[in-house]
Nanobody
Framework: QVQLVESGGGLVQAGGSLRLSCAASGRTFSSYTMGWFRQAPGKEREFVAAITWSAGSTYYADSVKGRFTISRDYAKYTVYLQMNSLKPEDTAVYYC????????????????WGQGTQVTVSS
């Protein structure tokens, strides 16, 4: 089992920044890729960004490219999502997830999920 705990969400004005954290514990060696997803009310969960533990390779959804940065602290088993130039359409519950697969973007290919953290961007 892998336990994932997100933190760092909150309310921010458009144009502002937030940094989300995801702390992993348990059988962390069972994780190859860590991903961030988000889900707005009435919408499906969508891919935001992913990073591999070992090489630190990254991949982003087009909607956040250039504004969001995913990173990891291997020693702390923590993954971060730095979100800049936030827009109202970024409002959602943000989840981190882990998988043994290499950089999938579909939520169904991730095995473990955190409880989510709310991000609200006001206009």
């Amino acid at each position: 089992q892998v336990q994932l705990v997100e933190s760092g969400g909150g309310l921010v004005q458009a144009g502002g920044s937030l940094r989300l954290s995801c702390a992993a514990s348990g059988r962390t060696f069972s994780s190859y890729t860590m991903g961030w997803f988000r889900q707005a009310p009435g919408k499906e969960r969508e891919f935001v960004a992913a990073i591999t533990w070992s090489a630190g390779s990254t991949y982003y959804a087009d909607s956040v490219k250039g504004r969001f940065t995913i990173s990891r602290d291997y020693a702390k088993y923590t993954v971060y999502l730095q979100m800049n130039s936030l827009k109202p359409e970024d409002t959602a519950v943000y989840y981190c997830a882990s998988t043994l697969q290499n950089m999938p973007t579909s939520p169904s290919r991730y095995n473990y999920w955190g409880q989510g953290t709310q991000v609200t961007v006001s206009s």
